[in-house]
């Protein structure tokens, strides 16, 4: 990840707007930004996160490690309501040691959760001790 | 676009996980879906769109048009609360005909709007006729 120019910071890379505000930051700037613990250490980067559509909010962050060419990579859904912008080290922070990550929701590219099945989110949300998303509007 | 399943439908491209349920979207799917007007009209796509990182809520789609490898593309931020999504379609239908696009906020990749500074956004929420979404938690 390079240095984020957090104010008023606009970007241009190979045509595609890549912009972050203090406030706003670019979906496509989300996919691919690292994800770190409190202890410093980086734990992988965001894949890509789940958008209620009748809300407008994002839901989950699903972070992704390991593999090549996605081959063989894990996915790790973690709330979003977890996740801290640090802007000093252009990352999201997660208060989660190693530990507590490997015994965490899981999947992989060959075994898909159902997202349409509540049960998924809540077992997702219960993991990391977060209300239900469910119920916010 | 392709049909989309919408109930618990998980299909694989590459590797990448490419998911969509009844209320839940995955952002790199919203990224390139198609734009329709209710005249049927195909408006654009959406190019990524804007989230706010401390509420978690989406605030502006991005949509695209025109160009050819990015040059020479224009893009049209719109209210993400004036987007909804046809599952029939596979595709965001806006209430939006194309003479008051035409006439709507649009910027190209060297035209970068400031996105921190709210004035750009309210102009935005503004035009299509939305409160600023600024207020909203």
């Given at each position: 990840?390079?240095?984020?120019?957090?104010?008023?910071?606009?970007?241009?890379?190979?045509?595609?707007?890549?912009?972050?505000?203090?406030?706003?930051?670019?979906?496509?700037?989300?996919?691919?930004?690292?994800?770190?613990?409190?202890?410093?250490?980086?734990?992988?980067?965001?894949?890509?996160?789940?958008?209620?559509?009748?809300?407008?909010?994002?839901?989950?962050?699903?972070?992704?490690?390991?593999?090549?060419?996605?081959?063989?990579?894990?996915?790790?859904?973690?709330?979003?309501?977890?996740?801290?912008?640090?802007?000093?080290r252009g990352g999201f922070v997660v208060d989660l040691d190693r530990s507590r990550l490997?015994?965490a929701p899981t999947y992989t590219a060959e075994n898909m959760p159902n997202w349409s099945?509540?049960?998924?989110?809540?077992?997702?949300?219960?993991?990391?001790?977060?209300?239900?998303?469910?119920?916010?509007?």
């Amino acid at each position: 990840m390079d240095t984020i120019t957090t104010t008023g910071g606009a970007t241009t890379t190979g045509g595609a707007a890549i912009e972050e505000t203090d406030r706003l930051i670019a979906s496509d700037k989300v996919e691919g930004t690292a994800v770190y613990n409190r202890q410093d250490e980086h734990l992988g980067a965001v894949h890509n996160f789940m958008v209620d559509k009748s809300t407008g909010r994002v839901a989950y962050a699903v972070m992704s490690f390991g593999g090549f060419l996605g081959m063989g990579k894990s996915y790790h859904p973690l709330p979003w309501r977890v996740l801290n912008y640090d802007t000093q080290r252009g990352g999201f922070v997660v208060d989660l040691d190693r530990s507590r990550l490997e015994k965490a929701p899981t999947y992989t590219a060959e075994n898909m959760p159902n997202w349409s099945d509540r049960t998924y989110g809540n077992r997702v949300d219960e993991y990391y001790g977060m209300s239900p998303y469910w119920g916010m509007i």
